[in-house]
Nanobody, 126 residues
């Protein structure tokens, strides 16, 4: 059974850092594109970043560029999202998602993804 499990969320002060993990089981990441989305209360789900496991192509939304870094560890079958210089507006539930299809360079949208994790809460507050 294909499954994605996020972890690493929590409460952090503004300016702090967190590293989210997305562990895949039931499939290998080698031929999938993996994306991180977030959804704040009352807002639409937003694509934050994605990576192609086949060629390491990456994309970042303007709101996180320079602060967030996405990476994969194929040996661990895990995707990471390193989040630095966190701001209050980064507060949201963060989801990882996967698709077998190559993503077009640029923003990623929820309808493009085939599989989803359950989400992990990130709260940035003093």
């Amino acid at each position: 059974q294909l499954q994605l499990v996020e972890s690493g969320g929590g409460l952090v002060q503004p300016g702090g850092s967190l590293r989210l993990s997305c562990a895949a089981s039931g499939f290998t990441l080698d031929y999938y594109a993996i994306a991180w989305f977030r959804q704040a209360p009352g807002k639409e789900r937003e694509g934050v970043s994605w990576i192609s496991s086949s060629d390491d192509t990456t994309y970042y939304a303007d709101s996180v560029k320079g602060r967030f870094t996405i990476s994969t560890d194929n040996a661990e079958n895990t995707v990471y999202l390193q989040m630095n210089s966190l701001k209050s507006e980064d507060t949201a539930v963060y989801y990882c998602a996967a698709t077998r299809f190559e993503l077009v360079p640029g923003p990623v949208y929820a309808y493009e993804m085939d599989y989803w994790g359950q989400g992990t809460q990130v709260t940035v507050s003093s």
